[in-house]
RNA sequence: GCCCCCAUCGUCUAGUGGCCUAGGACGCCGGGUUCUCAACCCGGUAACAGGGGUUCGACUCCCCUUGGGGGUACCA
């Protein structure tokens, strides 16, 4: 088969894209662009139930971020749209007719009570549950009057159950299922939606995709779709399957959205004097709403969580793609990452830019042990990528991260920016960069009160920043080599080190022990700035101490 | 319960029967550099889950046990 490459992400749009997602759409990305193929993106909105109106947008966004752009899809069109899966009910319905009519599918009338007794029973018996198919198909008849009766009426697929099913996976070999331990699914809701395991099918034949590219999670659906594939498109080749492992989280259990709200919960229930009332105002929630989700029965919405950790100084894990994009990770760290967990290019390389990994990717490699999601690596991982990031488009990721999380910093023009970067040099993340800067475009200073006792309270940093404040106040020249001249010139005569005098000095201008290098913090804060933060510094600890 | 998948340092992994006294990366530990945080430099620690086979020879092949993961929906 000589035909160019397809592959597809196919989320169903309940939230924000996390990484076992993002992994996902990568490793189908990744193989389309290595192949010179076409990559579909194409939204599974089939549960009315599940779907929130502005998810599918979220996903488009998260997955523009990384830059894993899709050739055909929502906004880019295509030529087998539509790609809202919602938007093909017609196709569906077709081919639910063609099934029935050739007695490849039937009605069925269950109600979930009788499901659920079914179920039960099998359970007691052989363990294993498989919807026992009628005799005698209900004609469409039948159905009517079901469901004039309001009835639910359901269609399921009668799985053929003359031989194995036999899976071909690119990463296990081959599986084999007895036919019997694959029921009769449904593929038509009584709501009329088609199921997953039905649009799936109908779309990847349709949309022509060549490869199946997906998480473990659903190759025990594999062998049903194969069937119905099989009945539906009959002397059709079937697409190539690749189940990729899944990827655990570091924190304990699996990767999943609900960690975060979790994290925060036992964070709050472990702080003694919280001001609830004060919290849920924070969160935009009632008492009520807050009381709920400390009991554990409700999670709030991630802007809720976000601002309720804020608040209290919680950090949480990160599970979203945005979460990572908003504790300052590159798009480039993360897709070098994600790529390598399940996956390696076959030697020693690991931190790869984006044409290198295109080039060296392979469905061929695929692992197949499932993997920890390891944040430690993933942080060393973002500061090799800020490291040999062009400065122009660092920059340009800066300002997108301060404009996420509204920082102040977003006053300071491109040169500033640039500036910023290059004295934070060796930062692990842009938030280093920002939290590091900050003070440089905040009115007040707050002060740490571990590092005004530390260096300004005990010894004699309180003397030295007084001496200090009187030689910045005698310089005509403000540069940084002039700051640095007199400060090294100043611990020399006192026969200091660097630090004693730089570090009382660093206090009072930012509050903490922790800014960028001294003298280029000096120089951009201004010599009148400066000088007032000195000054207040020296009156409020001189008063206190005493 | 039943079905399916998986199993090398703490973590991600290399290894496709002899090249393995098991390699790399992150972490961790020790040391160096340093105005803070980082970054950087040098060194070190650490793994083939257990038991049976097959073979002249098993990390590599087979079986069992154990452990982990997934599925078992009118969710995807």
């Known amino acids: 088969m000589s035909d160019k490459v397809v592959t597809r992400f196919a989320p169903s749009p309940t939230g924000y894209l996390h990484v076992g997602g993002a992994r996902t759409a990568l490793f189908n990305w990744l193989w389309a662009r290595r192949t010179g193929g076409t990559f579909i993106l194409r939204i599974e909105d089939t549960d009315q139930k599940r779907n929130t109106p502005t998810a599918a947008k979220q996903v488009m966004d998260d997955l523009n971020w990384l830059g894993i752009g899709w050739d055909e899809g929502p906004e880019a069109g295509g030529p087998n749209g539509p790609y809202l899966q919602s938007e093909r009910r017609d196709i569906y319905d077709k081919h639910i007719r063609q099934l029935l009519e050739e007695k490849k599918a039937y009605y ?7 499901l659920d007794a079914l179920r039960e029973e099998a359970q007691a018996q052989t363990g294993g549950f498989a919807y026992r198919r009628p005799d005698k198909f209900p004609t469409a008849e039948d159905a009517e009057k079901a469901r004039a009766e309001g009835r639910p009426v359901t269609v399921r697929f009668a799985v053929p159950q003359d031989e194995p099913l036999v899976v071909q996976d690119v990463v296990r070999g081959a599986i084999t299922f ?38 473990q999670e659903h190759l025990m659906n594999t062998p049903g779709q194969q069937a119905l594939w099989r009945a539906l498109f009959p002397d059709t080749e079937l697409p190539t399957y690749a189940h990729m492992s899944v990827t655990v989280s570091d924190t304990g259990g699996k990767l999943s959205k609900r960690e975060r709200p979790k994290v925060l919960r036992e964070a709050i ?22 009381d709920s989700f400390i009991a554990g029965t409700t999670a709030p919405d991630m802007p809720s969580i976000d601002a309720m950790a804020q608040y209290l100084g919680v950090s949480l894990p990160e599970i979203n793609i945005v979460d990572f994009f908003k504790s ?39 692992t197949k042990s499932n993997s920890l999601f ?15 990031t062009p400065p122009e488009k660092l920059r340009e990721h800066l300002r997108d991260y301060l404009k996420v999380i509204d920082s102040p910093i977003l006053k300071g023009d491109d040169e500033l920016l640039a ?19 900050r003070f440089l475009f905040t009115d007040t200073v707050e002060y740490d009160a571990k590092a005004v006792n530390k260096v300004l309270l005990k010894g004699d ?10 030689k910045l106040a005698a310089m005509d020249q403000f540069s940084e080599e ?9 611990a020399e005569e006192k026969q200091l080190g660097l630090g004693k005098v730089a570090q009382p000095l660093r206090v009072a201008i930012c509050g903490n022990t922790i800014s960028p290098p001294i003298f280029d913090s000096v120089q951009m804060l201004g010599k009148e700035e400066t000088l007032r933060r000195i000054g207040n510094a020296l009156e409020k600890f001189r008063a206190d101490g005493k």
């Not at 069925?108 to 009788?114: G, M, V």
């Not at 395991?197 to 199946?212: S, Y």
């Not at 229930?269 to 807050?290: C, E, N, S, Y």
């Not at 002039?482 to 100043?490: P, S, V």
């Open 108 to 114: 069925c009338f269950d109600s979930t009570e009788d």
């Open 461 to 470: 940093g309180l003397a030295i920043l007084a001496i200090v404040r009187d």
């Open 419 to 437: 500036r910023l970067i290059k004295i934070c040099e060796g930062a692990r993340t842009l938030a280093d960069i920002e939290r590091k800067s």
């Open 328 to 366: 300052g990770y590159l798009p480039e760290t993360m897709v070098n990452f994600l790529a390598l967990l399940g996956w390696n290019p076959g030697d020693d390389r690991e931190i790869m830019p984006l044409p290198e990994l295109i080039d060296a990717f392979d469905l061929a490699r695929l």
């Open 269 to 290: 229930t472990q702080m003694p004097d919280i001001h609830l009332d004060k919290l849920a105002q924070v969160a935009g929630l009632t008492r009520q709403q807050l």
């Open 178 to 215: 007895a036919p019997r331990e694959i029921s009769d699914f449904i593929i038509q809701k009584s709501d009329g939606f088609p199921t997953y395991n039905f649009a799936c099918v109908v779309d990847d034949r349709l949309m022509k995709v060549t490869h199946v590219i997906r998480g």
């Open 374 to 388: 390891d944040r430690k690596k993933l942080i060393a991982f973002n500061t090799e990528h800020i490291k040999m």
């Open 482 to 490: 002039k700051i640095e001249t007199m400060l090294r010139t100043l």
